[in-house]
Protein backbone atom coordinates (compact mmCIF):
# COMPACT_ATOMS: atom_id res chain seq x y z
CA UNK A 1 0.00 0.00 0.00
CA UNK A 2 1.25 3.65 -0.53
CA UNK A 3 1.70 5.93 1.88
CA UNK A 4 2.93 9.65 2.01
CA UNK A 5 2.86 10.50 5.74
CA UNK A 6 3.62 14.41 6.67
CA UNK A 7 5.04 15.48 9.73
CA UNK A 8 6.73 18.75 11.26
CA UNK A 9 3.39 20.90 11.51
CA UNK A 10 3.45 23.21 14.43
CA UNK A 11 2.61 26.93 15.44
CA UNK A 12 5.41 29.23 15.07
CA UNK A 13 5.25 33.39 15.14
CA UNK A 14 5.82 35.34 12.62
CA UNK A 15 9.34 35.27 10.93
CA UNK A 16 10.01 31.94 12.40
CA UNK A 17 11.09 28.93 10.04
CA UNK A 18 9.64 25.50 9.73
CA UNK A 19 10.64 22.07 8.06
CA UNK A 20 8.34 19.45 7.23
CA UNK A 21 9.11 16.25 6.26
CA UNK A 22 7.63 13.74 4.22
CA UNK A 23 8.25 9.83 4.37
CA UNK A 24 7.05 7.57 1.55
CA UNK A 25 6.36 3.55 2.08
CA UNK A 26 4.61 0.82 -0.48
CA UNK A 27 6.42 2.20 -3.31
CA UNK A 28 9.76 3.73 -5.15
CA UNK A 29 9.49 7.41 -4.72
CA UNK A 30 12.95 7.77 -5.85
CA UNK A 31 11.81 7.86 -9.50
CA UNK A 32 8.75 9.94 -9.07
CA UNK A 33 8.81 13.62 -8.90
CA UNK A 34 7.70 15.04 -5.71
CA UNK A 35 5.78 18.56 -4.61
CA UNK A 36 4.61 20.31 -1.40
CA UNK A 37 1.11 21.83 -1.40
CA UNK A 38 -0.55 23.99 0.76
CA UNK A 39 -4.39 24.68 1.34
CA UNK A 40 -5.02 27.46 3.41
CA UNK A 41 -8.67 28.38 5.27
CA UNK A 42 -11.17 28.45 3.26
CA UNK A 43 -9.46 27.64 -0.06
CA UNK A 44 -8.23 25.40 -2.66
CA UNK A 45 -5.32 23.55 -2.31
CA UNK A 46 -2.02 25.27 -3.82
CA UNK A 47 1.20 24.32 -5.47
CA UNK A 48 4.40 24.99 -3.47
CA UNK A 49 7.10 23.38 -5.39
CA UNK A 50 7.99 20.25 -7.02
CA UNK A 51 11.44 18.37 -6.89
CA UNK A 52 12.36 15.84 -9.41
CA UNK A 53 14.64 12.85 -8.68
CA UNK A 54 17.64 14.74 -10.24
CA UNK A 55 17.02 16.98 -7.35
CA UNK A 56 15.94 19.90 -9.38
CA UNK A 57 12.97 22.05 -8.29
CA UNK A 58 10.72 24.49 -9.07
CA UNK A 59 8.41 26.77 -7.22
CA UNK A 60 5.68 29.26 -7.46
CA UNK A 61 6.47 32.72 -7.49
CA UNK A 62 5.38 33.26 -3.88
CA UNK A 63 7.41 30.82 -2.75
CA UNK A 64 10.60 31.93 -4.14
CA UNK A 65 13.07 32.91 -1.64
CA UNK A 66 11.30 31.48 0.92
CA UNK A 67 10.96 28.12 0.70
CA UNK A 68 13.14 25.54 -0.15
CA UNK A 69 12.37 21.68 -1.26
CA UNK A 70 15.18 18.63 -0.33
CA UNK A 71 15.29 15.30 -1.63
CA UNK A 72 16.58 12.62 0.37
CA UNK A 73 16.18 9.66 -2.15
CA UNK A 74 17.74 6.88 0.20
CA UNK A 75 14.96 7.65 2.38
CA UNK A 76 12.11 8.05 0.08
CA UNK A 77 11.64 11.38 1.79
CA UNK A 78 11.51 14.86 0.90
CA UNK A 79 11.55 18.03 2.92
CA UNK A 80 9.85 21.72 2.75
CA UNK A 81 11.76 24.21 4.55
CA UNK A 82 9.77 27.55 4.92
CA UNK A 83 11.68 30.74 6.61
CA UNK A 84 10.28 34.14 6.88
CA UNK A 85 6.79 32.91 8.03
CA UNK A 86 3.51 35.18 7.77
CA UNK A 87 0.21 34.38 8.84
CA UNK A 88 -1.36 33.76 5.21
CA UNK A 89 1.28 30.62 5.09
CA UNK A 90 -1.03 29.14 8.18
CA UNK A 91 -2.92 25.89 6.34
CA UNK A 92 -2.62 22.51 5.93
CA UNK A 93 0.68 20.89 4.05
CA UNK A 94 0.60 17.98 1.88
CA UNK A 95 3.17 16.15 -0.05
CA UNK A 96 2.80 14.34 -2.99
CA UNK A 97 4.01 11.72 -5.60
CA UNK A 98 3.90 12.18 -9.52
CA UNK A 99 2.93 9.34 -12.07
CA UNK A 100 6.31 10.15 -13.60
CA UNK A 101 9.47 12.16 -13.17
CA UNK A 102 8.30 15.60 -14.69
CA UNK A 103 7.34 19.41 -13.54
CA UNK A 104 4.22 18.41 -15.74
CA UNK A 105 3.30 15.43 -14.06
CA UNK A 106 -0.07 13.71 -12.58
CA UNK A 107 -0.09 14.13 -8.65
CA UNK A 108 -1.13 10.64 -8.28
CA UNK A 109 -0.41 9.88 -4.41
CA UNK A 110 -1.39 11.97 -1.58
CA UNK A 111 -0.58 12.70 2.34
CA UNK A 112 -2.74 13.73 4.66
CA UNK A 113 -1.29 16.65 5.42
CA UNK A 114 0.15 18.50 8.24
CA UNK A 115 -1.04 21.47 9.95
CA UNK A 116 0.94 24.80 10.14
CA UNK A 117 0.09 27.59 12.02
CA UNK A 118 1.04 31.38 11.53
CA UNK A 119 0.44 33.13 14.50
CA UNK A 120 1.72 35.91 17.19
Known amino acids: QVQLVESGGDMVRPGGSLTLSCLGS????????MSWHRQAPGKGRELIGI???????TYVESAKGRSAIYRNSAKHSIDLVISSLKPEDTGVYYC??????????????WGQGTQVTVSS
Open 96 to 109: SAGSDDSFSTIWRY
Open 51 to 57: ILSSGAT
Open 26 to 33: GGDFRTRA
